[in-house]
């Protein structure tokens, strides 16, 4: 019960229905109760949490790279979020709560410029090559769009990306691996951005290696 103080018009202290008042250095005051905060821990929303944190972890390192890959798909959202959006839709396999992430379904860019053909990577000696065809003047394909390149290594949390790579008139390029990723798995990506950035294609999804 609350207690009026200096008569009807005057401050009271306690609680009366969902306002508490009360008195501080001699100043009245009243405020609402605070609202309970339920976090109920539901299947769904373990569930979703689950699929959340496994795309952070794998999609944060390359955070950088994922800002010109997803550029065109940052409207009313960063790039960042339509990336972790469409990873957690498409590239998360297993049944709840055994999730993983399928690498072979994540895309580091997203649009609508040609992308590359009959590309493939090789691992030998701590480096490693990615070669494809130059497509230049297939459609919208230009023969200075440039590499979007990312390395993956799971096991270590790290990555190597590229936003600038080799032309696709060149066809090549290659990247030496860290020292310390020998014995890893490493799964590989290539897209390409035109150069002055405005146009991205679909990255392919080159495969895991073993690094030797």
């Known amino acids: 019960m609350a207690e009026i103080r200096k008569g009807v018009l005057g401050g009271f202290s306690g609680k009366v229905g969902t306002v508490v008042g009360g008195d501080w250095k001699g100043v009245n005051y009243m ?3 605070p ?4 976090n109920p821990r539901t299947a769904a929303q373990v569930n979703q949490r689950i ?3 496994l795309t952070v972890n794998y999609l944060k390192p390359m955070n950088s790279l994922l800002r010109s890959g997803w550029k065109l ?8 979020n339509a990336a972790m959006s469409y990873t957690i839709a498409h590239a998360i396999t297993g049944t709840y709560p055994d999730y993983s992430i399928d690498p072979s379904k994540v895309l580091i860019s997203c649009g609508g410029l040609t992308s590359v053909f009959n590309a493939m990577a090789t691992v030998s000696n701590g480096v490693i090559e990615f070669v494809w065809d130059d497509n230049s003047g297939v459609n919208d394909a230009k023969p200075t769009d440039k590499a979007l390149i990312a390395i993956v290594n799971r096991i ?3 990555v190597i990306t590229d936003s600038e790579g080799a032309e696709r008139m060149t066809g090549a390029q ?3 691996l860290p020292n310390r990723w020998a014995g890893n798995t490493i799964e590989t990506y290539i ?3 035109s150069d002055d950035g405005r146009e991205v294609s679909n990255s392919v999804y080159l495969g895991s290696f073993l690094v030797v």
Request: hydrophobic letters at 45%; glycine letters at 12%.
């Open 31 to 33: 405020r609402s109760l």
């Open 35 to 38: 609202k309970k905060i339920r």
């Open 51 to 53: 699929k959340f944190a």
């Open 73 to 80: 798909y940052a409207i009313g959202q960063s790039a960042i």
């Open 156 to 158: 270590s949390g790290e």
């Open 174 to 176: 290659t990247l030496v």
């Open 191 to 193: 897209g390409f951005i």
